[in-house]
């Protein structure tokens, strides 16, 4: 009697993790609005721009998730030269590699910790410039429903330069291939 017991409930266990992880959509893109601060980097004054983003991740299980994301930034930047001022219209396309933890507060409220190493391209007028650092982000995501999230999240980058912190705006679609 006591090994059919613990048969079952071995089973039981067994066939209840596979119901839950065949439930959980594992692929997410999400594509995102992207707003950038501008920040004083040496003689160059960055002012507030705008970009589009995608990030593609695959959910590890626990919280945790690993993407990929590209970002595409647009913004101006006035270098002081002694006594004069320029202004020059840069881009950006940034590349990164993260891992997220998110943790689920409610049912459809997950506030998000991000990590991750970045790659990014600068283009002034002829001149193009690569870095690459650290960025560390916080958000949330709203579940709007099974495949669907609405996500927000604040990033800082230690790459030193004119563009500054990014606040990003999207929809998560996760999904199974």
Known sequence: MKKTLATLLIAGTFVSTSATETEHKHFYIAPKWIHTYGETYHNEKGDCGNGIGLDIGYYLGEGFSV????????TTVRAIEEESIEREDVKYLTTSFAMTYTYPLTHNIGPFLKVGYEYEREKIADETKHNTGWIYAVGVEYELNEEFKLMIEYEKSTIDGPKGDMLAAGIVYSFDL
Not at 67 to 74: L, M, Q, V
């Open 67 to 74: 993407e990929i994301d590209a970002t595409y930034e647009k």
